[in-house]
Nanobody, 124 residues
């Protein structure tokens, strides 16, 4: 069992930056690939970024590539999402996710554990 708790969301102006954190419980954190998804009002939950269990492989949605960076600290059981050059269309609830297989993180259906989410609002 893995419990995930996100933090770091808030209100920011377009062009600004935020860093989201996801703290995981349990000693098995380092075995899981980790990712971030987001869900805007009236839209489906969508993939944002993923990082392999070792941290050696990352992947991003085209919409955030070059602006967002995912990283993890296995010693601290934490995964991060650095978000730069934020746009109003980045406004959403951001969810931390854990999956047993890295490839499963490309869709919400492959996720084993979810956090409760943190709201990011980008004003124009």
């Amino acid at each position: 069992q893995v419990q995930l708790v996100e933090s770091g969301g808030g209100l920011v102006q377009a062009g600004g930056s935020l860093r989201l954190s996801c703290a995981a419980s349990g000693r098995t954190f380092r075995r899981y690939a980790m990712g971030w998804f987001r869900q805007a009002p009236g839209k489906e939950r969508e993939f944002v970024a993923a990082i392999s269990a070792s941290g050696g492989t990352t992947d991003y949605a085209d919409s955030v590539k070059g602006r967002f960076t995912i990283s993890r600290d296995n010693a601290e059981n934490t995964v991060y999402l650095q978000m730069n050059s934020l746009k109003p269309e980045d406004t959403a609830v951001y969810y931390c996710a854990a999956a047993g297989l890295y490839t499963n993180l490309k869709t919400a259906y492959g996720v084993n554990y979810w956090g409760k989410g943190t709201l990011v609002t980008v004003s124009s």
